[in-house]
């Protein structure tokens, strides 16, 4: 039975241009990206413009060893 172990780390909407740089370096070392999801900020205020994404989760897998 293989066990896993578990990586995530919040990745900046600034920070896109490295991220397929960091997807690479961490297939390297045996990381699989295995799930992303978006974290929305609200704005309040009188012109509200609703939700816009700030944070993604991004959530890597490998076998443990």
């Keep these: 039975m293989t066990k ?4 995530s780390f ?5 920070a896109l241009n490295d991220f397929h740089q960091q997807l690479n370096e961490f ?3 045996g990381w699989e990206l295995v ?7 609200k704005s309040i ?18 076998p443990k060893e």
Aim: charge should be negative; avoid cysteine; glycine fraction near 10%.
């Design 45 to 62: 205020g009188l012109f509200d413009s609703g939700a816009a994404t700030s944070i993604i989760v991004v959530v890597f897998k490998r």
């Design 35 to 41: 799930g992303m999801e978006s974290i929305e900020s």
């Design 4 to 7: 896993w172990e578990y990586l």
């Design 10 to 14: 919040d990745l900046r909407i600034s």
């Design 27 to 29: 297939g390297e070392l």
